[in-house]
């Protein structure tokens, strides 16, 4: 009977699906919009900023294909910038030494942005401020995405136990799309190839 158990055990199997929750920082850049606040005296999009989110996918020999989805935060006193993004890519397991996995991912998807500035020293009645005056603009953007990354990974002797540990990448607009202001028409918006270089830990399981 214990002969039976461990023939049973050994023959059981898991699915291959590999599943990554990561958090870590990004470093961001949005060149033609910082040109038009700078010379506004209105600040600059934030630098430095943080994210997480959560991706899985399913393994194909060595070969991965999966969905991501993440969020950004960055704040300074006057403006901030939140993201958030879903993409769908492939990676490979192939590239491995002892019992470390070098992963490439490449990644297409869509990404959306928020950037607030809050505008100081302002003065008005209470009503102005309700109807036709304003102490702070919300500009969009949106556009199609491309996400090239490495994870690192640790295995098992086996190699049929994979634990992301981290991941470095660039994220980048495809197309250079116009700024937009929130419940406005506007003429002469900068038009902005957002990028942002990140740098991640992970956790999770992949089999």
């Known amino acids: 009977m214990n ?3 461990q023939e049973q055990s ?6 291959p699906i590999e599943i990554m929750y990561f958090g870590g920082v990004q470093f961001n850049y949005a060149g033609n919009l ?5 010379n506004s005296g209105a600040g600059e999009v934030p630098v430095f900023g943080w994210n997480a989110g ?3 996918a399913y393994r194909i020999n060595k070969m991965l294909i999966g969905v991501n989805f993440s969020l950004s935060t960055n704040g300074k006193k006057n403006n901030s910038l939140n993201t958030g993004d879903f993409t769908i890519y492939v990676a490979s397991n192939a590239i491995r030494t002892g019992n470390l ?3 490439p991912q490449l990644g297409l998807g869509a990404q959306s942005s928020t950037f607030v500035i809050e505008k100081q020293n302002m003065n ?10 304003s102490n702070e603009t919300k500009l969009e953007h949106t556009a199609a995405i491309v996400d090239i990354s ?7 002797k086996d190699r049929t136990l994979f634990s992301p540990e981290c991941r470095v990448g660039y994220k980048s607009s495809i197309s250079a799309n116009e700024w937009k202001v929130t419940n406005a028409t506007v003429t002469n918006a ?8 990140y740098l991640q830990l992970a956790w999770g399981i992949g089999r």
Request: proline share 2%; aromatic share 8%; no cysteine.
């Open 101 to 103: 996995v070098f992963s």
């Open 54 to 56: 959560l991706g899985t």
């Open 124 to 133: 008005g009645t209470f009503q102005d401020f309700l109807t036709n005056q």
């Open 150 to 156: 490495v994870a690192l990974k640790t295995t098992n």
């Open 190 to 197: 900068p038009k902005d190839r957002l990028g942002s270089f």
């Open 3 to 5: 002969l039976l158990a």
């Open 34 to 38: 910082n040109s038009v606040l700078k």
């Open 10 to 15: 050994s023959k059981r199997k898991h699915l």
